[in-house]
């Protein structure tokens, strides 16, 4: 039988902190104990031939939690992408990053605007990292240029979704057909409001931590079985 893949998988890694608290460890222990997952997910799309992996790394949200917190994330962030450099050339990763990152440090931004230009013709597996990112926060900058554009005189009622589509971030690449949120919470936090209007979910009960090739499979398994209709009749029907 053959297994229909996703072509672009997006995901929602939830957990690392309540898995720390599980563990009698602080909550950093867990975001450190991800990025062992995150290479998981990686090595895994990239054995299945994934497109393109979208990982929701950090909301504009989370600005809320405790600026320890959100200071070890964003250190955790510098240091995984200086380690894992060798390894994303070596295998053709094309690394891009959606969101707002003016506020983000210039240091950080730098480093980032680096990496991009570095892989930017890597013909591998696109790995799109969304850090202060918010699928509202990307509606809204498509709603501005458009406004901007109907101000130059185009017509506001000529105006398609098409073309609304094409200011939001990767707006180049297909949106996905698969979401995977661990950690037993069934919502999409403000994730690529847009781009989920046609997505399957995939909700397993495990933390980010504990997520490895194996959960990657069982939801790509899971995938294979759905019927896609995008609005048509079912074919069993």
Do not use: C
């Not at 720390?20 to 990686?42: D, F, N, T, Y």
């Not at 990239?46 to 405790?66: C, M, P, T, Y």
């Amino acid at each position: 039988m053959t297994i229909v893949l996703p072509r672009h998988v997006a995901i929602i890694m939830d957990g690392n902190g309540r898995w720390a608290q599980e563990q009698g460890l602080p909550r950093v222990k867990g975001h450190q104990q991800g990025v062992v997952a995150v290479q998981s997910a990686i090595e895994a799309a990239v054995q299945h031939n994934i497109e393109i992996l979208s990982l929701f790394a950090f909301g504009q949200d989370n600005w809320k939690r405790s600026s320890n917190e959100v200071r070890s994330l964003f250190e955790l962030l510098w240091m995984s992408l200086k380690r894992e450099m060798p390894q994303i050339i070596k295998n053709h990763i094309q690394l891009r990053f959606i969101g707002d990152l003016s506020r983000l440090d210039q240091p950080l931004r730098t480093n980032i605007e680096r990496t991009q230009q570095l892989t930017a013709k890597h013909t591998g597996l696109k790995l799109i990292i969304a850090i202060n990112y918010s699928g509202r926060w990307d509606i809204v900058n498509a709603a501005r240029t458009l406004v901007q554009k109907v101000q130059q005189g185009e017509q506001a009622g000529s105006v398609t979704h098409e073309q609304f589509a094409e200011q939001l971030a990767l707006s180049d690449l297909p949106d996905p057909d698969l979401l995977i949120r661990t950690s037993g919470e069934q919502r999409i936090s403000n994730f690529m409001l847009w781009q989920f209007a046609y997505t399957e979910f995939y909700f397993t009960s495990i933390y980010w931590p504990e997520f490895n090739q194996q959960t990657f499979v069982e939801a790509l398994q899971t995938f294979s079985k759905r019927q896609r209709r995008f609005g048509l009749e079912s074919s069993a029907s």
